[in-house]
């Protein structure tokens, strides 16, 4: 009776340790779910861009319509002199510019207020060089720490604290086995 009942046992241990479903991920896998995740959440820095009417005077704000006037000729903003006057026997002259955004500035404009905008002045991408190192927690969890390297826009030289110590920053995402979708990132 004795060995009925631990065969018994044995095979519905046996039955449910084969049920049971390790799912597997790689370090190409962990790669994959992260660069689908980032399509869908970007990772980005921010930053303060003024436009709308602003004057220009000295030597420091001519270096800021330069940077302006790299925007207006990719087609991010446009410029329109309103109003220009030279100093007398001075070599600094005024200028007064209306700075619009254009629809092309669109896709890096967060929050826009009458005179101020929110704007994306870097971006993050997954390094292709770097590796993916991941720790399986348990077999429905990840941690997968990434690099994600780092790619200015066209606003970049407008933000505040441009010195930056690296081009890449690493990040640590938590991936959860989801059983009808496969691996995703845990929010």
Request: net charge positive.
């Amino acid at each position: 009776m004795k060995k009925k009942l631990f065969s018994a046992l044995l095979l519905v241990a046996i039955a449910f340790g084969a049920c049971k479903n390790v799912a597997t991920i790689n370090e190409e896998e962990a790669g994959t779910v992260i660069t689908t995740y980032l399509k869908g959440n970007p990772e980005y820095k921010t930053d303060r861009f003024h436009f709308g009417e602003m004057k220009f005077n000295s030597k420091k704000d001519m270096v800021e319509l330069a940077k302006y006037k790299t925007l207006a000729n990719e087609g991010f903003v446009t410029l329109t002199l309103k109003e220009a006057s030279k100093k007398f026997l001075s070599k600094d002259s005024s200028y007064v510019y209306q700075i619009t955004l254009t629809d092309k500035a669109s896709e890096l404009v967060l929050k826009q207020d009458e005179d101020k905008a929110t704007v994306k002045v870097v971006t993050y991408e997954l390094a292709s060089e770097k590796p993916v190192d991941f720790n399986r927690v348990n077999d429905n969890n990840a941690k997968v720490t990434v690099s994600l390297k780092k790619i200015n826009t066209v606003f970049a030289p407008f933000q505040k604290n441009s010195k930056d110590n690296s081009d890449f920053i690493t990040k640590t995402y938590r991936l959860k086995l989801d059983k009808e979708e496969g691996w995703k990132v845990n929010k």
